[in-house]
């Protein structure tokens, strides 16, 4: 078993962002903490679980709490809210079995978690869940076969999802993709 921690903080101070109308805000601060680990474990001679994962708190440090005039959304921003598209987990799971020498399988989750989409806290998107799958064959000392089964549940998700404009505004990701190719290293 191996086990890798590390934790980070920092402030940001006086820095311009994009509010949901569109307009460039000035002297914007933030707070990022957070704790990352990244733990392997060999579970069997021919199988391995290894998985990284982040809890982080991204929240602003100041109060913005502009007029609104007609047509314009107008956020109000409160010290210790989360920053908006931060979510505060993600984790990655990858489960690899290695059977022998020239063949390699590999089962991964990947999950994001729910994150605020606007920066007054008003708008949630709900996270996602993936599941990915690979398989790799040497044919050769210098040719590999792959596959790729990519969002094997066929989940609708947003790569990134954010409320712009007073309207959500989602990124669709990949739809369940296969791929299929040749490796050559010389």
Known sequence: INIDLAGFFMEKK?????????????????????????????LHETLTLQSAVTYAAHTYRFNRNPTATPGTVRENITSGDDV???????????????????????????????????????NSYDGHNLLHLRAQAALTDDLAVFLTLRNVT??????????????????????????????YDR
């Open 14 to 42: 006086n820095f311009f962002f994009r509010d949901a109308d569109g307009f460039n805000v000035a002297n914007g601060k933030t707070r990022h903490a957070g704790v990352e680990a990244d733990i392997r474990i060999a």
């Open 84 to 122: 908006d598209t931060a979510p505060r987990v993600t984790a990655n799971t990858r489960l690899a079995w290695r059977p022998v020498d020239w063949l390699t399988a590999e089962a991964e989750w990947v999950s994001v978690g729910s994150y605020f989409t606007d920066a007054a806290n008003n």
């Open 154 to 183: 066929d989940e609708l998700y947003a790569e990134r999802a954010d409320f712009a404009f007073g309207e959500d505004r989602f990124f669709p990701g990949e739809v369940r993709t296969l791929g299929f190719g040749l490796r």
